[in-house]
């Protein structure tokens, strides 16, 4: 069975991550976000799977491949055009994507299943693809309900008793929302929608296709189902899922290396004296990582392989990613560091070499910046961090 991933997005509300990282290869735990999509449709019998790609389509595909290793056949649409011989991504739109597949050579022919590239899911696909053809329906949202005071982050779907879809409302508030059941981006499609879509244009599922299929009157319904679904947005919707797979709440993704004592997992050759680090789950450390004697490390925290963190250093509810080095006697409090940026969990960032914080948080591959006491002391205050 057919299938198509979407991960054409710059992922512009997840940055600074996506600076360097398209939203589908965000780790959880080390592992992208679109691996577990793959494992999800592999297992449901998807096997034959299309994805569209644009911004940093390069990481993507020389991740991925083929597909051979994950049990699938991958085949990549890239959108975009060569501009001195870079790539320029220009991105089609959800519903324009598939249109270029489609207009390329006529790959979907039957009944098929479209994943937005960047939420952590645990559907029963069988179930919905078997619920979408006792419909007749041509096109099919999966939605989910979720509590009253949660729908202005969300588009709203509003149907029938029968499930047919008959209007959308975009983030409306509390008092004014018609339903709880929320668009997924998970979809179940018939090829004859394909129709509906103009060709060489950028054309969206949500904001255009659908509404044209509630004027023309189309078999379109949508159905709420329970299950896990993260949708990985913003750069708190990151934290969210980091902490709940740490914590257990999400349980579908497994806590990848080993448990070196309760709530503590490590990769390999993590070099720690444990009798002289304060280390309070759940806490990940990824392999090749150094805690050195003094450290403190409070979960839930995610410290990615090839880390660095000295001594007298605090790292308390935090995601580090690999290849950073936390000075010493620095403190992270519900702080993200990938790469030269700090982010906290409403998404502010700070770019460290910008501002002259190379001595606090660096590369761990780079010698560290020296600072005098006083220059740490008034850096570190733009930071909220302890320079002693």
């Not at 329970?226 to 750069?235: A, L, Q």
Request: net charge negative; proline share 6%; glycine share 10%.
């Amino acid at each position: 069975m057919k299938a198509m991933i979407l991960a054409a997005g710059k992922g512009t509300r997840v940055r600074p991550i996506t600076y360097t990282m398209p939203k589908p290869m965000m780790p959880i735990l080390q592992k992208p976000v679109m691996e577990f999509l793959l494992e999800l449709l592999r297992q449901h019998g998807f096997d034959q799977i299309m994805v569209n790609v644009s911004h940093l389509a390069e990481e993507i595909e020389s991740y991925f491949r083929d597909g051979q290793r994950f049990g699938v056949q991958i085949a990549y649409s890239f959108e975009g055009r060569i501009v001195e011989g870079t790539l320029v991504g220009e991105a089609l739109g959800s519903a324009g994507g598939m249109k270029k597949i489609q207009d390329f050579y006529p790959f979907f022919d039957d009944t098929f299943v479209v994943l937005c590239g960047d939420a952590l899911i645990d559907l029963d696909l069988t179930a919905a693809v078997k619920w979408h053809k006792s419909k007749g329906s041509i096109a099919t949202i999966i939605m989910k309900s979720v509590p009253k005071e949660e729908v202005p982050s969300y588009g709203v779907v509003v149907t029938d008793e029968e499930g047919r879809v008959k209007a959308f409302q975009e983030k409306p508030k509390v008092d004014e929302a018609l339903s709880t059941n929320i668009n997924t981006g998970i979809y179940i499609f018939e090829p004859e929608v394909l129709n509906y879509i103009p060709s060489g244009s950028e054309y969206d599922i949500g904001s255009q296709l659908f509404p044209k299929l509630v004027e023309l009157g189309a078999p379109f319904y949508a159905i709420p189902m329970d299950f896990e679904w993260v949708d990985i947005g913003k750069v708190p919707d990151y934290w969210r899922a980091i902490r709940g797979v740490l914590s257990g709440e999400i349980k579908n993704v497994q806590i990848p290396g080993q448990q070196v004592a309760p709530g503590i997992y490590t990769g390999l050759n993590v070099a720690v004296n444990w009798d002289k680090v304060d280390i309070t789950g759940p806490v990940y450390i990824g392999g090749m990582t150094k805690i050195e004697d003094g450290a403190k490390i409070v979960g839930p925290t995610m410290i990615g392989p090839n880390c660095w963190i000295c001594s007298g250093a605090t790292v308390e509810n935090s995601v580090i990613f690999e290849w950073s080095r936390l000075g010493p006697g620095a403190r992270l409090v519900d702080k993200l560091v990938f790469g030269r940026y700090c982010v906290d969990k409403t998404g502010a960032t700070i770019d460290v070499q910008a501002a002259a914080l190379d001595w606090l948080i660096t590369d761990a591959r780079q010698t560290p910046v020296s600072q005098t006491p006083l220059e740490r002391q008034a850096i570190a205050e733009l930071l909220g961090t302890n320079a002693n």
